[in-house]
């Protein structure tokens, strides 16, 4: 006997763990912090908007890889020149850009930038910093709306 089943599930941003800026997830050992912080979200056509990031495992330092994976809004154009800086591994994808980091003791912070190519009203993608080895293990930051003119 074969039986499946297809659900939905959605929970609103608002009534998620995410928060805005900066998430910790708590745990015994595998506590997690991630803030993502944009310099503006009204910009201009062209004009570089800076995104501060800080991540950092709680209880362990250094203690395995992690994946911090910030949101961007699509159709911008991320520095890339900036992003060699650094010294990272990272991925650029259209809706995000994926660090791979070791964070020591304290945490890790780097910038990066990036810039829209067009007018628009667009959300990020969601923010979230895991534990490459346990994906469950997990702190997210809820999208943020930019609006370029």
């Known amino acids: 006997?074969?039986?499946?089943?297809?659900?939905?599930?959605?929970?609103?941003?608002?009534?998620?763990?995410?928060?805005?800026?900066e998430n910790v997830e708590r745990g015994d050992t595998r506590a997690l912090r991630l803030n993502a912080h944009y310099d503006q979200i009204a910009p201009k056509v062209d004009q570089w908007v800076d995104c501060a990031v800080q991540v950092e495992r709680i209880g362990l330092a250094g203690y395995g890889m992690m994946v911090a994976e910030v949101g961007l809004p699509l159709g911008v154009e991320v520095d890339r020149a900036m992003l060699k800086e650094t010294e990272m591994e990272y991925e650029v994808q259209p809706y995000r850009v994926l660090f791979y980091v070791w964070p020591p003791a304290g945490g890790t912070e780097f910038t990066f930038r990036f810039r829209a190519r067009y007018r628009m009203s667009a959300t990020t993608s969601p923010s979230t910093l895991f534990d490459y080895y346990n994906p469950e293990a997990n702190a997210t930051v809820a999208p943020v709306r930019f609006t370029v003119t």
Do not use: C, E
């Open 1 to 21: 006997m074969n039986a499946q089943a297809i659900t939905s599930y959605y929970v609103s941003w608002k009534d998620s763990r995410a928060t805005r800026g």
